[in-house]
């Protein structure tokens, strides 16, 4: 027998390694950033005090953006668990991905233990628990988990529900220890709070005895640990929110049930929410008709419980739907989705006992016959492998995940903002389109405050990639922001944005007001179209209310720079610098303003002259279409000066406007072709377009 046991937890380490290993491969991504990579709190050993006895979420880079419910989130055993993790392996991925992955096997181990208990010694019932444990090891909502270090809460979760447990039932006697590692599992995760409810129903539906004194001494300690830790983070002042109450809650059990039974192509944001324009959830009828079933069963569950005891399927049927209680949404927090796969890791284990009573009884009831079951068995667990290793594959890197949602659901607004702006950089013009988009199925739900915020990505965007020259473009952005101010309105049309839409007061101030969204670029849009002196003084308004955005303060040296205030600008820098040491953009105007700086010491003999450095001034200050208005009255007198040509030439490339350095040159081809040679070789040295 215990030869048989190595035999199949080698196979199911196998097993497991074979479909989850390749997460070892992965990069951080999604909230990793700000709980690992970002979270210098979390680099000092000095400040693990601090860490165990604040939220979960209070971290260095985002403690100014904790919503109430976030802010209240108390999970020491997993902020310890990354603590040390990152002592060990610092910023390399792989190490976190591999604790991850051995956490899972520990746990798939003591799943197996379970129920092998729970199934009984027969051969059915071993088949049965192997069967029921490589199902609990592999189904597609493990992915999640596994290869999201930030979901590694539900392992650690995990480990100490079912240590806890599996002392509980495999030492008939124990109190104390159980509890304590029940109290761990509510320290990994709160969802655990459950665990009481969960053993009543377990004893009453196995044995069909409720081991009264045992249970209420463990409940007792379990609920002094609860204490404890409201007494460290006290709960949310949270209210249920009635209204649509009933369909939020089916709606989030119809999701969990649907990625329960029928997993295929999962994705981490399941049931994303959308409204139609009368304020009400929109629901796909499919997984209300799921829910609506599934509750039908629940009640009828509820009326026949006394009939149900010594029902050993009650018991796994608790695990399942007692563990997603905490997540059902009754307390709206206003997620992005309405259920998560990772919040299915502990309540599958419910759903593998069941499948592990069917293969056990199939097995037992039909022993002639093993082919069929075996390939019944088969096929199931090897599509449960290819889904689940697909989707482990799409958290190699954030770029992977965030396409794939998109290609999972094209109307999800958080992917869709995520890939945009991981866009911008790279693929502008796809950047814009999938801000279109957003704005486009926010506006269409009737969801005012996202489609403003995609309008204004969109936007912003544009300012970045609309060329110094292309001034009708950006007097035209100039102008949406401008009405933005005066009306609320946010209306720009043209080949790449369509915009049209009121911003509601209840939210005007706070987004007209944002730095980053809205003020910076339109400042920068109105520095672009060479007004300096407002643009100075929107750039003066947003330091009022945040005199510590870095941004704003590079904005305005660059602004001091291009008015001649050298003085002023290398003040501004300073302020940059402190507030952001590592800035790039400091570092780049920095060595800018130097150079600028030294051509603005030279000295000139007359106004071509004066013209020729303003322009190379204008060009190193990033001002292409100021270095273009200084050299074009020379242009014009003179289209065929190299001195002249190569210095436009010059701003047009940094400009970007490839099309027209070469007009120019072919002008001047026109004007002195006996310099063929000299335009020939200028316009091979054109970067290509």
Not at 157 to 171: C, N, T
Request: aromatic content about 10%; hydrophobic content about 50%; charged content about 20%.
């Amino acid at each position: 027998m215990q030869r048989a046991q190595a035999v199949s937890l080698i196979l199911l380490w196998a097993v497991t390694v074979a479909v989850l290993g390749i997460a070892l491969r992965g990069e951080f991504v999604w909230d990793d950033f700000a709980l690992i990579v970002n979270n210098t709190t979390l680099r000092d050993p000095g400040l693990l005090g601090e860490l165990l006895t604040t939220g979960f979420w209070n971290i260095s880079s985002s403690k100014a953006e904790l919503s109430t419910t976030y802010a209240v989130v108390y999970r020491p055993v997993t902020t310890l668990a990354l603590f040390v993790q990152h002592q060990l392996f610092g910023l390399d991925a792989r190490g976190f991905h591999l604790v991850s992955l051995l956490l899972h096997l520990v746990i798939v181990t003591l799943v197996f233990s379970l129920l092998r208990e729970r199934l009984g010694e027969s051969r059915g019932g071993w088949l049965g628990a192997l069967a029921g444990a490589a199902f609990f090891a592999i189904h597609p909502s493990r992915a999640e988990s596994v290869a999201w270090i930030s979901a590694s809460t539900e392992l650690w979760m995990a480990l100490f529900v079912f240590g806890g447990y599996a002392v509980w039932v495999m030492r008939p006697g124990s109190v104390v220890l159980p509890s304590v590692l029940f109290a761990l599992a509510l320290f990994a995760k709160e969802t655990a709070i459950v665990i009481p409810a969960v053993l009543w129903i377990d004893m009453y539906g196995r044995r069909g005895v409720v081991d009264w004194k045992r249970w209420s001494v463990s409940s007792g300690l379990f609920a002094a640990f609860v204490l404890a830790r409201f007494a460290v983070i006290p709960p949310p002042e949270a209210a249920i929110g009635w209204a649509g109450l009933l369909r939020r809650v089916l709606a989030t059990v119809g999701h969990y049930i649907e990625a329960t039974i029928w997993p295929w192509r999962p994705f981490v944001e399941r049931g994303f929410r959308y409204t139609n324009c009368s304020g009400s959830m929109v629901v796909p009828a499919m997984t209300i008709v799921i829910a609506g079933l599934a509750a039908i069963g629940i009640a009828v569950l509820v009326v026949r419980f006394r009939a149900l005891r010594r029902k050993p399927w009650l018991a796994d049927l608790a695990w399942f739907f007692l563990f997603l209680a905490p997540v059902l949404n009754i307390i709206d927090f206003h997620g992005y989705g309405l259920a998560a796969d990772r919040f299915l890791y502990v309540p599958i284990f419910g759903v593998a006992a069941l499948f592990g009573r069917a293969v056990a009884r199939a097995s037992n009831e039909a022993p002639k016959s093993p082919a069929v079951l075996g390939i019944a068995v088969c096929t199931i667990l090897i599509a449960c492998g290819i889904s689940t290793r697909q989707h482990v594959s799409h958290f190699r890197h954030s770029q992977a995940l965030w396409e794939y949602e998109i290609g999972r659901n094209p109307s999800n607004l958080h992917a869709l903002e995520l890939v945009g702006t991981a866009n911008i950089s790279k693929d502008p013009a796809r950047a814009i389109r999938l801000f279109q988009r957003g704005y486009a199925s926010a506006t269409q739900n009737c969801n005012s405050a996202l489609a403003a915020r995609f309008a204004l990505l969109s936007t912003k965007q544009l300012v970045g990639t609309t060329a110094d020259t292309d001034q009708s473009q950006l007097l035209a952005l100039r102008t949406f922001y401008d009405l933005a101010v005066a009306k609320h309105r946010l209306e720009l049309l043209g080949p790449q944005i369509s915009l049209n839409m009121e911003v509601p007061e209840s939210f005007a101030p706070q987004l007209l007001g944002d730095g980053s969204l809205f003020a910076i670029p339109h400042a920068a849009v109105t520095m672009r179209t060479l007004d300096l002196s407002k643009a100075e003084a929107l750039v003066q308004r947003i330091l009022e209310m945040d005199p510590d955005n870095d941004t704003a303060w590079v904005l305005l040296a660059r602004i001091h720079a291009r008015l001649g205030r050298y003085v002023d600008a290398r003040a501004s820098l300073d302020h940059a610098r402190r507030r952001a040491p590592e800035n790039p953009a400091v570092d780049a105007l920095e060595r800018a303003l130097h150079q600028a700086m030294q051509v603005a010491t030279q000295p000139v003999e007359n106004e071509r002259q004066e013209r020729l450095r303003s322009a190379q001034i204008a060009v190193l200050l990033g001002a292409p279409e100021a270095a273009r208005r200084a050299l074009q009255p020379e242009l014009d007198q003179s289209p065929a000066d190299p001195i002249i040509v190569l210095a436009y030439v010059r701003t047009m490339v940094a400009d970007g406007r490839i099309d027209l350095a070469e007009d120019v040159i072919q002008n001047a081809e026109r004007v002195a072709p006996e310099n063929a040679a000299k335009w020939r070789h200028l316009r091979d040295a054109l970067p290509p377009h």
